[in-house]
């Protein structure tokens, strides 16, 4: 039963769209167990670009069963679109399937995050205001919709279920911040119109995956986001809604962790962050807006520059232990070309004391200062090269010290964008 889980190692942003897309080749199936439509994954190909938010990257593959799990918080308009997107650009696609059991995202989440953001104002979690965090809490409160609650047959259920959950929610938007109430009767028929063109693609998606696994298929599992931003063990409350660590993605797929024979984590080979929170190892002055402009840096979902920032191999580390990665894909190594010399993060030092992984005090990780080695850079083009035999010698040297740093082996280099701008350390079989 071989599971394979591909994560962000970092705060997101990682290119873990250009892996699972390199590695769906070989899957039978790719999963999507968490996140929102605030997420974006970019997979490039011969074809063109692609900018995937809810769909897994798998979908370019005919081959691939693609699944969006019961752990994403799904907003149907932004789905609907994703489909007829691909579907415009006639090319042979995959199958995709919607588990009934993920919660959807209402028409009233949007808009609460968005208020609530504002009103915060400078401390402001830095949002994608798409309503993930709110369809997330009301998961958890136990107030959610699920996708099955907009299948025909369940309007009486839906109508009920909006009856005590509208009016709290119209108390916020009018009491709170001061905004027009919404109308049940819109959103109920809303509702069910998204239900009735999302249908043909839900399934109990759990019960799939496990029969894929039973018949010894490979099953990809796709995370979104970075575990850095996880809600328990990330820089909170500057974090996700979801759990995107290797736990979680089992728990948004259906899968039991025994049932994982790979993890692995995806770093770039420096760091961004998009969004409010501490970041140690931030760059303002200009070599950390060229690695924005040689990186491409701004979101796929927002449009926002990233912030950028050296290697932090304390975060590395911690993400390599709490998620059990057997291995790290390391993207971007191209973007430091230009360098002649390349600190990496080695460890913290807060008032006075060094500490060897990230504190759970928001105040203290915020005062941390980096402490660094220097690593030489190579200062030639990698991005034409297509071994790992064939990189400078410095760059091999820059891969070795961080695979040693983080304690995990980097077996996939990238190098660009496209598909064949990977270098294998390693066969790139899933098996």
């Known amino acids: ?58 979908i370019l593959y005919p081959h691939c069963t693609c699944v969006i799990g019961a752990g994403v918080a799904v907003s149907p308009p932004d789905l609907l679109r994703e489909i007829e997107a691909l579907e415009a650009r006639k090319l042979p696609l995959g199958r995709l399937v919607l588990s009934d059991r993920a919660h959807i995202v209402m028409p009233y989440h949007p808009l609460l995050d968005r208020y609530e953001e504002e009103r915060r104002g400078p401390a402001g979690i830095g949002t994608t205001r798409r309503g993930n965090g709110p369809a997330f809490t009301d998961k958890v409160a136990r107030r ?49 119109e998204w239900g009735e063109r999302l249908s043909p693609y839900v399934v109990a998606a759990e019960e799939l995956v496990q029969d894929a696994l039973r018949q010894g298929q490979h099953v990809l599992v796709e995370a979104a986001q970075g575990c850095m931003l996880d809600l328990d063990y990330g820089t909170y409350p500057f974090v996700t809604s979801s759990p995107p660590t290797a736990a979680g993605a089992c728990q948004g797929a259906g899968i039991g962790p025994t049932q994982v024979d790979r993890v692995i984590g995806v770093f770039k080979a420096y760091t961004t962050r998009v969004g409010a929170g501490p970041f140690p190892t931030e760059l303002d002055e200009a070599t950390g807006q060229l690695l924005r402009e040689r990186g491409q840096e701004f979101g796929t979902t927002t449009g926002r520059p990233r912030r950028t920032g050296w ?58 200062q980096p402490v660094y080695e220097v690593l030489e850079g190579w200062q030639s083009d990698t991005s034409q090269v297509t071994s790992f035999e064939e990189l400078p010698l410095a760059a091999k040297r820059y891969i070795e010290r961080l695979e040693e740093l983080a304690g995990a082996p980097i077996t996939m280099v990238g190098v660009g964008p496209a598909r064949r701008q990977i270098l294998w350390r390693t066969a790139g079989a899933l098996a």
């Open 311 to 368: 290697f932090d191999a304390v975060a590395a580390r911690y993400a390599v232990r709490l998620n059990g990665m057997t291995e790290i894909a390391l993207t971007k190594l191209d973007v430091l070309d230009p360098l002649a010399a390349i600190p990496v993060c080695v460890g913290y030092r807060i008032d006075g004391r060094e500490v060897a992984s990230p504190p759970a005090r928001l105040d203290l990780l915020a005062r941390a």
């Open 1 to 58: 039963m071989p599971v394979t889980i591909v994560l962000g190692g970092q705060w997101g942003d990682e290119a873990k769209g250009k892996i699972t897309d390199a590695l769906a080749a070989q899957a039978h199936m790719v999963v999507r167990p968490n996140g929102s439509s605030n997420a974006g994954h970019t997979v490039v190909t011969d074809q063109g670009v692609f900018k995937f938010h809810l769909i897994p990257s798998g």
């Open 144 to 192: 959610g919709i699920r996708v099955a609650d907009l299948l025909e047959g369940a309007e009486r259920e839906l109508r009920a279920k909006l009856e005590v959950i509208l009016p709290e929610k119209n108390l916020l938007l009018t009491q709170l911040y001061g905004a027009p109430a919404l109308d049940l009767e819109q959103i109920l028929e809303q509702a069910l």
